[in-house]
């Protein structure tokens, strides 16, 4: 343990009765900031997964414009109702079958 001007003091301490301060170590903030990178580093990955995610969906999208599936629901089959469409572009499903309304009919619900 490093004792010196990188250390704080908490708390007392002194076999004489007399308080003393106790030192603590440089090395509690290294653990504390390397655990404030770990968390940030969780909170990337969990948007780079996140980002990942909606870029498959809106290349899904795209495939299904380009073959003329694009405001077809894949669940029922139904138009895409356009609110739905202006609100989440990408989306495979009518508002229906996205709430759970409908189940699949034969179909895995992949676009």
């Given at each position: 343990?490093?004792?010196?001007?990188?250390?704080?003091?908490?708390?007392?301490?002194?076999?004489?009765?007399?308080?003393?301060?106790?030192?603590?170590?440089?090395?509690?903030?290294?653990?504390?900031?390397?655990?404030?990178?770990?968390?940030?580093?969780?909170?990337?990955?969990?948007?780079?997964?996140?980002?990942?995610?909606?870029?498959?969906?809106?290349?899904?999208?795209?495939?299904?414009?380009?073959?003329?599936?694009?405001?077809?629901?894949?669940?029922?089959?139904?138009?895409?109702?356009?609110?739905?469409?202006?609100?989440?572009?990408?989306t495979d499903r009518c508002r229906t079958c996205a709430e759970g309304?409908?189940?699949?009919?034969?179909?895995?619900?992949?676009?």
């Amino acid at each position: 343990m490093r004792y010196g001007s990188d250390c704080s003091s908490v708390g007392t301490s002194c076999a004489s009765g007399r308080a003393k301060p106790l030192p603590i170590c440089a090395m509690s903030a290294d653990f504390a900031e390397q655990v404030t990178q770990r968390e940030h580093d969780d909170v990337l990955g969990a948007i780079s997964s996140s980002a990942q995610a909606e870029l498959q969906q809106v290349e899904a999208a795209l495939r299904r414009l380009a073959s003329g599936r694009y405001t077809t629901c894949a669940v029922c089959g139904e138009d895409i109702e356009p609110e739905r469409l202006a609100a989440v572009p990408y989306t495979d499903r009518c508002r229906t079958c996205a709430e759970g309304g409908r189940r699949a009919a034969g179909r895995d619900g992949r676009g």
